[in-house]
């Protein structure tokens, strides 16, 4: 079995994929755990420091945009394959497939630019409670479920999640017009430097977190539930502005539509001091599963 990294400096480890060529790398797991299948934000992450390992270093990633085919099997390493697309003046685009027993199981898509000054603007940060004011998520996951959440304290524990929840009242009409609605703080939990590539990866790692969740708001079910089948599809991130990613940030996460046992989820991510550093957005399956009756 594979479990996924429970400090921020095997986190960091993980994201150090062996070369095996030029633009050819593998990518291992860590061990000894209940996952039956690998993180999908695992092999995102692994999957962009493979590509930022190919443009150079003044091009950072502004998008990727990825597509999970088959489960990941945690017995055996990763490969991950670059494959240079183009090199333009400003731009650079790199696919990358990730492959185990002979099968692709994974594809990205990732476009690298050169950083150039021009017009900004962006989303305010909603108002919501301060860091200190949220509680920790094993707390939230006690009172739905407590071996989830003793599996998110053993899992976890390299990230930092303080639930907020939809805390809008209850007259305010965006209520309605926008209800499946789940935020979160995060933060990886440990120091990673100023490496943008670094942060990159581990914003990727951190953004498969709980996106699909939110499709599941107003159906009162969470990803772990054994009423449904839960699986990421397609993953897309969008980079704005310089990230850290051990740093609080606010994921400001909304489901606009959930029809055919898909789930679709948008999210801004936002620095705690206001700034919008990331946008996301995933399509996942829900499946509805009938459990058998117990006896």
């Known amino acids: 079995m594979c479990r996924v ?41 692994q999957a962009l420091m493979a590509a930022s390992h190919s443009v150079e270093p003044d091009r950072l990633v502004h998008s990727l945009h990825v597509y999970f085919l088959l489960g990941g099997d945690p017995s055996v390493p990763i490969i991950y394959d670059v494959e240079r697309i183009r090199d333009g003046g400003s731009f650079s685009t790199r696919r990358v497939s990730a492959r185990q027993h002979g099968k692709v199981i994974f594809y990205m898509t990732a476009s690298f630019h050169r950083h150039e000054d021009g017009y900004e603007h962006q989303d305010a940060m909603p108002e919501v409670p301060a860091v200190a004011a949220s509680p ?9 479920d407590t071996q989830a959440a003793e599996h998110w304290r053993r899992e976890w524990s390299a990230l930092d999640v303080r639930y907020i929840g939809d805390n809008r009242a209850a007259e305010d009409p965006s209520r309605q017009m926008v209800p499946a609605v789940q935020r979160l703080w995060l933060r990886a939990l440990g120091e990673l430097g100023d490496d943008p590539v670094l942060n990159a990866c581990v914003l990727t790692y951190i953004s498969d977190l709980s996106l699909l969740g939110s499709s599941l708001v107003p159906h009162g079910l969470t990803v772990g539930s054994p009423r449904i089948q839960p699986a990421s599809l397609d993953h897309a991130v969008w980079f704005h502005r310089p990230i850290r990613a051990d740093q609080w940030m606010l994921y400001d996460q909304r489901s606009p539509s959930a029809i055919g046992a898909r789930g679709f ?14 946008s996301v957005a995933q399509e996942g399956l829900i499946r509805p599963v009938n459990p058998e009756p117990r006896a």
């Open 5 to 45: 990294p429970a400090t921020i400096e095997e986190l960091v480890d993980l994201l150090d994929l062996e070369r095996l060529e030029e633009d050819l790398f593998r990518g291992g797991h860590p061990q000894g755990s209940e996952l039956t299948r690998v993180f999908g934000g695992q092999v995102a992450a």
């Open 136 to 144: 920790e998520l094993p707390e939230v996951l006690e009172y739905v």
């Open 265 to 278: 989820a948008t999210a801004n991510i936002f620095a705690e001091d206001g700034a919008l550093l990331a």
